[in-house]
């Protein structure tokens, strides 16, 4: 069965560092998310992405977040100086259709520490 | 905007013995009502959603009822097994419209041999 996977699985870094999250989503989905969980708390929606643009951002989604498309198969998340508040589980996930109307199917997460 | 709230938190369930775990949100304009499964290390997985012109939906030993005057959703897992321990986690949103996706806070389900 198709998978979306996330690279690393661990990351640490230390606070004011650049990170990029790595993401491959399932091959013939054309929507793609980021969302957190911090440690303790719910999971929030970040970002959607769509035929090479966001589509909808969150309040967290800030001017330190970016993603991207680099190529026909990644989808990146990264996080320009990191805050010791950033550390959390971020998961990517993709769908076939939009928020709604196809399910989303999630990564395993990367676990981002930062110290 | 949207807040969903889900009770209980732990729930422990004899193996074969039925579970349900309840929700309930605030926003009125919400149509969209997914369930997720977490297994430990992994990313949470849709295993049924509803949609507000739906009262209930059923796949196999998983069902999903909807009550839109009341607000509130709930999860029902019948003759559970030793694998469908997870934490489940409810969300609600405006199809179309991720940023008004709320989860639960979750609830961790411990089915007993």
């Known amino acids: 069965e198709p998978e979306v996977t996330q690279t690393p699985s661990h990351q640490v870094t230390q606070m004011g560092q650049e990170v990029i999250l790595r993401c491959v989503p399932i091959s013939n989905h054309l929507y793609f998310y980021w969302y957190r969980q911090i440690l303790g708390q719910k999971v929030e929606f970040l970002v959607s992405?769509?035929?090479?643009?966001?589509?909808?951002k969150s309040e967290i989604f800030d001017d330190q977040f970016s993603v991207e498309r680099p190529d026909g198969s990644n989808f990146t998340l990264k996080i320009r100086s990191t805050k010791l508040e950033d550390s959390a589980m971020y998961f990517c996930?993709?769908?076939?259709?939009?928020?709604?109307?196809?399910?989303?199917?999630f990564g395993p997460g990367t676990r981002l520490t930062v110290t | 905007g949207e807040n969903v709230e889900q009770h209980p938190s732990t729930l422990s369930v004899q193996e074969g013995d039925s579970a349900v775990i309840k929700c309930t949100y605030s926003?009125?304009?919400?149509?969209?009502f997914p369930w997720y499964k977490q297994e430990l290390g992994k990313g949470p997985q849709l295993i049924i959603d509803?949609?507000?012109?739906?009262g209930e939906k059923k796949d196999q030993r998983i069902a999903v009822t909807l009550n839109k005057t009341a607000k509130h959703f709930s999860l029902h897992i019948t003759e559970t097994q030793p694998e469908d321990s997870a934490v489940y986690f409810c969300a609600a949103s405006i199809a179309g419209r991720n940023n008004d996706m709320r989860f639960g806070a979750g609830t961790r389900l411990t089915v007993k041999p």
């Open positions: 509803i949609r507000s012109n739906v």
């Open positions: 926003d009125s304009a919400s149509n969209y």
């Open positions: 992405f769509y035929n090479n643009e966001i589509s909808e």
């Open positions: 996930a993709s769908s076939e259709g939009g928020a709604g109307l196809a399910g989303e199917y």
